[in-house]
T-cell receptor, first 113, second 112 residues
Framework: GNSVTQMEGPVTLSEEAFLTINCTYT??????LFWYVQYPGEGLQLLLK?????DKGSNKGFEATYRKETTSFHLEKGSVQVSDSAVYFC????????????FGSGTRLSIRP | DTAVSQTPKYLVTQMGNDKSIKCEQNLGHDTMYWYKQDSKKFLKIMFSYNNKELIINETVPNRFSPKSPDKAHLNLHINSLELGDSAVYFC???????????FGPGTRLTVL
């Protein structure tokens, strides 16, 4: 079945550092890929998405590229801010899980001022 | 206007009680979901409804019963609450299984 694996946290960085959170997936067919963010005390919200190979999703300075050859969708940001502290979830939908989104286990990110 | 709303936001109750959590969405979506998030932030889907019909029912104890009176509402009733039910429960909606899901703010359930 479909699955998502993302790097375990917590990840702690200093402000303005470069961020990468790794995400790889296993899926049949052609899934859509997502990154969701959950700020403290809130529900998840979509950060960015990509629906086909080589698509790049971007939002709020974050980027992720759908790499079918490496089955990856790594999240990157060039210069993180304290306000980026949150839990980040990689997810996929489609393929054999057409009726639901499969979420990764989440990566907690903390940014030091 | 809140897109996906849940009530209550906090729920503290004793073991053995029965409680309900309500969810409403005003996005016109036809698919709604319930998720359970544990203390380690792991998110597990419990149920999904499409046009008031149950389409996903993961391995959830039958003490949990979802009810969808119409497309805009999906409520969760829990019987005989147990300590292990303590978690944050999220409602979500989407326009289809492959599409972006919109989440509610969550209901933190604490069973004493």
């Amino acid at each position: 079945g479909n699955s998502v694996t993302q790097m375990e946290g917590p990840v702690t960085l200093s402000e303005e550092a470069f961020l990468t959170i790794n995400c790889t997936y296993t899926a049949t067919g052609y899934p859509s890929l997502f990154w969701y963010v959950q700020y403290p005390g809130e529900g998840l919200q979509l950060l960015l998405k990509a629906t086909k190979a080589d698509d790049k999703g971007s939002n709020k300075g974050f980027e992720a590229t759908y790499r079918k050859e490496t089955t990856s969708f790594h999240l990157e940001k060039g210069s993180v801010q304290v306000s980026d502290s949150a839990v980040y979830f990689c997810a996929l939908s489609g393929g054999s899980s057409a009726s639901k989104i499969i979420f990764g286990s989440g990566t907690r990110l903390s940014i030091r001022p | 206007d809140t897109a996906v709303s849940q009530t209550p936001k906090y729920l503290v109750t004793q073991m053995g009680n029965d409680k309900s959590i309500k969810c409403e969405q005003n996005l016109g979506h036809d698919t709604m979901y319930w998720y359970k998030q544990d203390s380690k932030k792991f998110l597990k889907i419990m149920f999904s409804y499409n046009n008031k019909e149950l389409i996903i029912n993961e391995t959830v104890p039958n003490r949990f019963s979802p009810k969808s009176p119409d497309k805009a509402h999906l409520n969760l009733h829990i019987n005989s609450l147990e300590l292990g039910d303590s978690a944050v429960y999220f409602c979500a909606s989407s326009s289809g299984g492959r599409e972006e899901q919109f989440f509610g703010p969550g209901t933190r359930l604490t069973v004493l």
